[in-house]
T-cell receptor, first 112, second 114 residues
């Protein structure tokens, strides 16, 4: 079964810093990988989706990379802001099966 | 606005009292699914549906039922809820399961079973 791990579990940074969140997965036979943001009491917001054939995707201050062979993805957040404070979840869809396999998330706090 | 909606958002009930959590999407998506989120366990898939009248079990289907009579709706049914079904539930949908298809999630339903 696909195992998805996110490190660190929690991160606190001052406003303005660039930061990297890590996601690793055990089975490289993935279909795609999706990064989500979860705010307390709210649902999951899709941030970026990387297809298995792609190396990276960018949206505004966010950049996600994928290295399938090593089983890793990173989410880079540039010039962090307090509004970026949330839990970030990485989810992998395997080539077979229909479920997204989620990591347990990284809880990010950006302090003013 | 394109969205996935769930109702109710919060529910407290007692063991054994049947309940239904509704899920609706307005994006004409074919694929819909339910997840539960528990501390330390993350999100796990309960059931999914590839299209109308096509449903199948996910990783943790015990104690749940679903139906897909219309494309836009995918209700989650707990026939006899138990305290171990206390959780945060999410409905999700996507156009399909192609590599480029993002999955969109609803706002969540927090269920407490006493």
């Amino acid at each position: 079964k696909q195992e998805v791990t996110q490190i660190p579990a929690a991160l606190s940074v001052p406003e303005g810093e660039n930061l990297v969140l890590n996601c690793s997965f055990t089975d490289s036979a993935i279909y795609n990988l999706q990064w989500f943001r979860q705010d307390p009491g709210k649902g999951l917001t899709s941030l970026l989706l990387i297809q298995s054939s792609q190396r990276e995707q960018t949206s505004g201050r966010l950049n996600a990379s994928l290295d399938k062979s090593s089983g890793r993805s990173t989410l880079y957040i540039a010039a962090s802001q307090p509004g970026d404070s949330a839990t970030y979840l990485c989810a992998v869809k395997h080539n077979s099966g229909y479920a997204l396999n989620f990591g347990k998330g990284t809880s990010l706090l950006v302090t003013p | 606005e394109a969205q996935v909606t769930q109702n109710p958002r919060y529910l407290i009930t007692v063991t054994g009292k049947k309940l239904t959590v509704t899920c609706s999407q307005n994006m004409n998506h074919e694929y819909m699914s339910w997840y539960r989120q528990d501390p330390g366990l993350g999100l796990r898939q309960i059931y999914y549906s590839m299209n109308v009248e096509v449903t199948d079990k996910g990783d943790v289907p015990e104690g749940y039922k679903v139906s897909r009579k219309e494309k836009r709706n995918f209700p989650l049914i707990l026939e006899s809820p138990s305290p171990n079904q206390t959780s945060l539930y999410f409905c999700a949908s996507s156009t399909g399961l192609a590599r480029h298809n993002e999955q969109f999630f609803g706002p969540g339903t927090r269920l407490t079973v006493l």
